[in-house]
């Protein structure tokens, strides 16, 4: 079937929220913050009838979006290893600052990967949830990319 072009009165402008299912409130929090600069919203938080919390809302400036990280836990688990998001930087380099970064905050992460166009990182969030980061610099037939590798089963 062939795809059709939508009309205007259909445009979508971009992406509004992530919703990803936590464990811990908290924790997934304070991992967001220093990897990734996300930055709570406390007016936006959610809270039940009882006052009991069950979601932080924050602001990820760096793909100009709304992270909504909601307390499921069974959703969480089940979510395990799975690559919700691909992020891009331009280079290899970036990949390697990120690694450095990674490393100063004793996130778990992949180290960078080639893969059959580019390199990426991959990095484990609280949850076991993966997170890839892609540089959008190729390189050639002379770096074989490492597909089978374990971070990418999933």
Same mark, same amino acid.
């Not at 938080?45 to 990280?69: E, F, R, S």
């Not at 836990?73 to 390697?96: C, Q």
């Not at 990095?123 to 374990?150: L, S, T, W, Y």
């Given at each position: 079937?062939? %795809? ?6 259909? @445009?979508?402008?971009? +992406?509004?929220? #992530? @919703?990803?299912?936590? %464990?811990?409130? /908290?924790?997934?929090?304070? &991992?967001?913050?220093?990897? &990734?600069?996300?930055?709570? #919203? =406390?007016?936006?938080? !959610?809270?039940?009838?009882?006052? @009991? +919390? ?11 979006? +709304?992270? /909504?990280?909601?307390?499921? =836990?069974? !959703?969480?688990?089940?979510? %395990?290893? +799975? ?25 778990? !992460?992949? *180290?960078? $990967? =080639?893969?059959?166009? %580019?390199?990426? $990182? ?15 610099? *190729?390189? *050639? =037939?002379?770096?074989?990319? /490492? ?8």
């Amino acid at each position: 079937m062939a %795809s059709a072009a939508l009309s205007d009165d259909l @445009k979508i402008e971009g +992406l509004r929220t #992530l @919703k990803f299912a936590v %464990s811990d409130c /908290d924790r997934s929090l304070a &991992f967001y913050e220093t990897i &990734f600069g996300v930055q709570r #919203l =406390p007016n936006a938080d !959610h809270v039940n009838a009882d006052g @009991k +919390l069950y979601a932080y809302i924050c602001q990820w400036p760096a793909i100009g979006t +709304l992270l /909504d990280l909601r307390l499921l =836990p069974a !959703h969480a688990a089940a979510a %395990s290893r +799975l690559d919700v998001i691909s992020l891009a930087v331009p280079t290899r380099d970036n990949l390697d600052a990120w690694v450095t970064h990674l490393d100063a905050h004793g996130a778990t !992460h992949s *180290g960078i $990967i =080639p893969t059959g166009m %580019s390199w990426c $990182i991959v990095v484990e969030d609280p949850d076991g949830r993966f997170i890839k980061i892609f540089a959008r610099q *190729g390189h *050639g =037939p002379e770096v074989k990319g /490492d597909m089978g590798n374990d971070w990418f089963r999933n």
